[in-house]
């Protein structure tokens, strides 16, 4: 099984300014996504992380709020821009594995913004 | 598409009775189906998986869970609660042949009393 590291695990931030999160992944995946999880609610994917080009948006996020890198097969980040007290969460990398479609997740990064 | 639900935001129980959180998926093809605990504060931990083998699946800590096709289920049990099994379960469905992004039920919160 694949472990991700994702850093960092907590953050205050002031508002107007961004943070950027990062995983990395000991094996390759053949998919990475990012999720965000409000307070008391599940998981909401953000967006699927393609190796290479422009990430794919779920309805209700944008890119220019939450650009996402992936260069490689193994490696990811997400920035959360321009930050508003409503953007504080916990935010998630999840990776697929080759084999088995298992997923994988970082242990993920508990945002505050004041 | 595909989608699951879990039928009951919260369960509470007694310690040493039985555990019963529920889980229904929706999927156009075969899916990959999994039970993750998510202590306070912590991150999501893997409890078990289904991926087209055994449909009876065993897992971490006692918990297991049954594949039932015909119903559309992977309940999750466990024979006897320990005080250390509150937390907040998700299930969590991927589809093989068709979507591979992993798709979270809302939650389901597990409390314990003594």
């Known amino acids: 099984s694949a472990v991700i590291s994702q850093k960092p695990s907590r953050d205050i931030c002031q508002r107007g300014t961004s943070l950027t999160i990062q995983c990395q992944v000991d094996?390759?995946?053949?998919?990475m996504f990012w999720y965000r999880q409000q307070p008391g609610q599940s998981l909401t994917l953000i967006a699927t992380?393609?190796?290479?080009?422009?990430?794919?948006?779920e309805s209700g996020f944008v890119i220019d709020k939450f650009p996402i890198s992936r260069p490689n097969l193994t490696f990811s980040t997400l920035t959360v821009s321009n930050m508003s007290p409503e953007d504080s969460s916990i935010y998630l990398c999840?990776?697929?594995?080759?084999?088995?479609?298992?997923?994988?997740f970082g242990q993920g990064t508990r945002l505050t913004v004041v | 598409a595909q989608s699951v639900t879990q039928l009951d935001s919260h369960v509470s129980v007694s310690e040493g009775t039985p555990v019963l959180l529920r889980c229904n998926y929706s999927?156009?093809?075969?899916?990959?189906l999994f039970w993750y605990v998510q202590h306070p504060n912590k991150g999501l931990q893997l409890l078990l998986k289904?991926?087209?083998?055994?449909?009876l699946v065993k897992g971490i800590n006692g918990f297991e869970a049954e594949f039932k096709k015909s119903e559309t289920s992977f309940h999750l049990t466990k024979p006897s609660a320990h005080m250390s099994d509150a937390a907040e379960y998700f299930c969590?469905?991927?589809?093989?042949?068709?979507?591979?992004?992993?798709?979270f039920g809302r939650g389901t919160s597990l409390i314990v009393h003594p």
């Open positions: 999840s990776g697929i594995g080759a084999v088995n479609t298992e997923a994988f």
């Open positions: 094996s390759q995946v053949t998919m």
């Open positions: 992380a393609n190796q290479g080009s422009e990430a794919t948006y």
């Open positions: 999927s156009s093809y075969s899916p990959s």
């Open positions: 289904y991926t087209s083998a055994a449909t």
């Open positions: 969590v469905v991927i589809g093989s042949g068709g979507s591979y992004i992993p798709t």
